[in-house]
Nanobody, 123 residues
């Protein structure tokens, strides 16, 4: 069974950068997708960025060009580099894992999620 632990959240001013990490414990199998989701108070849970076992990535329009998702398979770690942060990026961020070899942004494709890490961007 896969377990996920997120690290790296915090507070930053608009225009700043943060890098989130997600340590993966357990075997994801050879076909997988991993993603970052976020949820702000009163807003929907949304997919931000996804990557599959082929390295194919997918981004929400709201973060494309500012966020980069990547993996370090040797360290069993998923990353989200967030640049040019905006106040509207403020949310709880979660990493998630699923068994489909496609970078899906819809949550129904994921069966494991971490506990989340808070990102706060001030104007």
């Amino acid at each position: 069974q896969v377990q996920l632990v997120e690290l790296g959240g915090g507070s930053v001013q608009a225009g700043g950068s943060l890098r989130l990490s997600c340590q993966v414990y357990g075997d994801t199998g050879s076909d997988y997708c991993m993603a970052w989701f976020r949820q702000a108070p009163g807003k929907e849970y949304e997919g931000v960025a996804a990557i599959d076992s082929d390295g194919t990535t997918n981004y929400a329009d709201s973060v494309a060009g500012r966020f980069t998702i990547s993996t370090d398979n040797a360290k069993n770690t998923l990353y989200l580099q967030m640049n040019n942060l905006k106040p509207e990026d403020t949310a709880m961020y979660y990493c998630a894992a699923g068994g489909l070899r496609a970078p899906m942004l819809a949550p129904e494709w994921y069966n494991t999620r971490g506990q989340g890490t808070q990102v706060t961007v001030s104007s």
